[in-house]
Protein backbone atom coordinates (compact mmCIF):
# COMPACT_ATOMS: atom_id res chain seq x y z
CA UNK A 1 0.00 0.00 0.00
CA UNK A 2 2.82 2.51 0.77
CA UNK A 3 4.79 1.63 -2.03
CA UNK A 4 1.48 2.36 -4.38
CA UNK A 5 0.74 5.35 -2.30
CA UNK A 6 4.85 6.39 -3.49
CA UNK A 7 4.39 5.47 -7.15
CA UNK A 8 1.21 7.56 -7.08
CA UNK A 9 2.53 10.70 -5.47
CA UNK A 10 6.34 10.59 -7.89
CA UNK A 11 3.25 10.31 -11.14
CA UNK A 12 1.37 13.33 -10.67
CA UNK A 13 1.48 15.38 -13.57
CA UNK A 14 2.76 19.10 -12.98
CA UNK A 15 2.92 21.86 -15.14
CA UNK A 16 6.64 21.91 -15.04
CA UNK A 17 9.21 20.57 -17.37
CA UNK A 18 11.80 18.75 -15.31
CA UNK A 19 14.58 21.46 -16.62
CA UNK A 20 11.87 23.93 -14.95
CA UNK A 21 11.34 22.17 -12.24
CA UNK A 22 15.33 21.74 -11.58
CA UNK A 23 16.39 24.96 -12.58
CA UNK A 24 13.41 26.87 -10.79
CA UNK A 25 14.80 26.79 -7.42
CA UNK A 26 17.90 28.47 -9.07
CA UNK A 27 16.39 31.28 -9.73
CA UNK A 28 14.16 31.14 -6.38
CA UNK A 29 17.18 32.72 -4.44
CA UNK A 30 18.15 35.73 -7.07
CA UNK A 31 18.60 39.15 -7.31
CA UNK A 32 16.37 39.85 -10.06
CA UNK A 33 12.41 38.63 -10.28
CA UNK A 34 12.40 35.74 -12.20
CA UNK A 35 10.33 33.66 -15.09
CA UNK A 36 7.78 31.80 -12.95
CA UNK A 37 5.04 33.23 -13.73
CA UNK A 38 5.93 32.52 -17.87
CA UNK A 39 5.67 28.85 -17.84
CA UNK A 40 1.69 29.80 -16.99
CA UNK A 41 0.48 32.15 -19.33
CA UNK A 42 0.96 34.69 -22.21
CA UNK A 43 0.43 37.56 -20.59
CA UNK A 44 2.98 36.81 -17.70
CA UNK A 45 5.93 36.16 -20.24
CA UNK A 46 5.17 39.19 -22.16
CA UNK A 47 5.09 40.77 -18.75
CA UNK A 48 8.53 39.34 -18.22
CA UNK A 49 10.04 39.73 -21.47
CA UNK A 50 9.67 43.72 -20.70
CA UNK A 51 10.85 43.47 -17.11
CA UNK A 52 14.01 41.52 -18.72
CA UNK A 53 14.63 44.42 -21.27
CA UNK A 54 14.85 47.07 -18.59
CA UNK A 55 11.17 48.21 -20.00
CA UNK A 56 9.27 48.46 -16.49
CA UNK A 57 6.32 50.63 -16.97
CA UNK A 58 5.21 48.25 -19.75
CA UNK A 59 5.78 45.45 -17.12
CA UNK A 60 4.19 47.24 -14.61
CA UNK A 61 1.34 47.52 -16.71
CA UNK A 62 0.80 44.21 -17.91
CA UNK A 63 1.45 42.93 -13.50
CA UNK A 64 -1.32 45.83 -12.24
CA UNK A 65 -3.77 43.64 -15.01
CA UNK A 66 -3.08 40.60 -13.39
CA UNK A 67 -3.48 41.54 -10.08
CA UNK A 68 -6.65 42.41 -10.73
CA UNK A 69 -7.81 39.08 -11.58
CA UNK A 70 -5.85 37.26 -9.29
CA UNK A 71 -4.53 39.46 -6.04
CA UNK A 72 -3.31 36.45 -4.22
CA UNK A 73 -0.38 35.95 -6.91
CA UNK A 74 2.34 37.38 -4.75
CA UNK A 75 5.02 36.14 -7.54
CA UNK A 76 3.29 38.89 -9.91
CA UNK A 77 2.98 41.20 -6.44
CA UNK A 78 6.73 40.74 -6.40
CA UNK A 79 7.65 41.78 -9.46
CA UNK A 80 5.52 44.27 -9.25
CA UNK A 81 7.12 46.00 -6.15
CA UNK A 82 10.57 45.65 -8.17
CA UNK A 83 8.80 47.73 -11.35
CA UNK A 84 7.90 50.61 -8.81
CA UNK A 85 10.93 50.04 -7.83
CA UNK A 86 13.34 50.40 -10.49
CA UNK A 87 10.81 53.27 -11.55
CA UNK A 88 11.53 55.12 -8.66
CA UNK A 89 8.03 54.86 -7.01
CA UNK A 90 9.38 54.50 -3.86
CA UNK A 91 6.12 54.52 -2.10
CA UNK A 92 4.45 52.16 -4.13
CA UNK A 93 7.35 49.67 -4.29
CA UNK A 94 7.28 49.89 -0.45
CA UNK A 95 3.67 49.14 0.15
CA UNK A 96 3.45 45.90 -2.31
CA UNK A 97 7.12 44.74 -0.48
CA UNK A 98 5.05 44.98 2.76
CA UNK A 99 1.77 43.69 1.60
CA UNK A 100 4.29 40.71 0.45
CA UNK A 101 5.64 40.77 3.99
CA UNK A 102 2.48 40.50 5.56
CA UNK A 103 1.74 37.56 3.26
CA UNK A 104 4.27 35.95 4.76
CA UNK A 105 6.93 35.77 2.10
CA UNK A 106 10.08 36.19 3.73
CA UNK A 107 12.95 36.01 0.65
CA UNK A 108 16.29 37.50 0.03
CA UNK A 109 14.88 39.41 -3.10
CA UNK A 110 12.26 41.00 -0.82
CA UNK A 111 14.10 41.61 2.07
CA UNK A 112 16.87 43.37 0.22
CA UNK A 113 14.54 45.85 -1.75
CA UNK A 114 12.18 46.63 0.89
CA UNK A 115 15.72 47.46 3.00
CA UNK A 116 16.67 50.20 0.31
CA UNK A 117 12.93 50.81 -0.04
CA UNK A 118 13.08 52.05 3.76
CA UNK A 119 16.43 53.73 3.68
CA UNK A 120 15.12 55.74 0.58
CA UNK A 121 12.15 56.88 2.97
CA UNK A 122 14.53 57.86 5.56
CA UNK A 123 13.66 55.17 7.88
CA UNK A 124 17.22 53.90 8.40
CA UNK A 125 16.05 51.24 11.62
CA UNK A 126 13.75 49.55 9.62
CA UNK A 127 16.13 49.51 6.42
CA UNK A 128 18.57 48.14 8.72
CA UNK A 129 16.13 45.84 10.73
CA UNK A 130 15.32 44.11 7.03
CA UNK A 131 18.69 44.12 5.04
CA UNK A 132 19.41 41.38 8.84
CA UNK A 133 17.15 39.29 7.23
CA UNK A 134 18.85 38.91 3.86
CA UNK A 135 21.65 35.83 4.00
CA UNK A 136 23.12 34.46 0.93
CA UNK A 137 26.76 33.35 0.39
CA UNK A 138 25.80 32.79 -3.08
CA UNK A 139 25.73 36.56 -3.44
CA UNK A 140 29.32 37.68 -1.51
CA UNK A 141 29.40 40.94 -3.20
CA UNK A 142 26.16 41.92 -1.99
CA UNK A 143 26.47 40.50 1.34
CA UNK A 144 29.44 41.71 1.90
CA UNK A 145 28.07 45.26 1.63
CA UNK A 146 25.23 44.64 3.50
CA UNK A 147 27.09 43.60 6.52
CA UNK A 148 29.37 46.88 5.78
CA UNK A 149 26.07 49.07 5.86
CA UNK A 150 24.99 46.85 9.04
CA UNK A 151 28.33 47.85 10.88
CA UNK A 152 28.26 51.30 9.84
CA UNK A 153 24.92 51.55 11.31
CA UNK A 154 25.79 49.89 15.13
CA UNK A 155 28.46 52.43 14.71
CA UNK A 156 26.58 55.13 14.54
CA UNK A 157 28.11 56.15 10.98
CA UNK A 158 25.61 54.93 8.11
CA UNK A 159 24.12 57.60 6.06
CA UNK A 160 21.40 56.89 3.61
CA UNK A 161 22.69 58.31 0.74
CA UNK A 162 26.08 55.51 1.10
CA UNK A 163 23.78 52.60 1.81
CA UNK A 164 21.72 53.34 -1.14
CA UNK A 165 24.46 53.75 -3.22
CA UNK A 166 26.78 50.78 -1.95
CA UNK A 167 24.05 48.19 -2.33
CA UNK A 168 22.77 48.93 -5.43
CA UNK A 169 26.47 49.18 -7.01
CA UNK A 170 26.58 45.74 -5.09
CA UNK A 171 23.47 44.30 -7.05
CA UNK A 172 24.85 45.61 -9.89
CA UNK A 173 28.87 44.19 -9.86
CA UNK A 174 26.83 40.62 -8.45
CA UNK A 175 24.87 40.25 -12.06
CA UNK A 176 27.28 41.30 -13.72
CA UNK A 177 29.68 38.67 -12.25
CA UNK A 178 26.86 36.16 -12.68
CA UNK A 179 26.40 37.02 -15.87
CA UNK A 180 29.95 36.53 -17.33
CA UNK A 181 29.94 32.93 -15.23
CA UNK A 182 27.09 31.91 -17.03
CA UNK A 183 28.53 32.38 -20.34
Known amino acids: MLQRLGENFFMKKTRLSRRE ?36 LDAKEIYLEMLKKNP ?38 SSLYLGLCFAYMDDMENAINSLKKFFDITKPIVQRAINLQIALYDSNMAKKEDLINSIEQAIKEQSKMESTLNK
Open 21 to 56: FLFGFKHRFSLEPTQYTSIVHGPAKKADDFLNQGKY
Open 72 to 109: DNLVVRQKLAYCYYKLGDIQKALKEFLELRKRGVKNNF
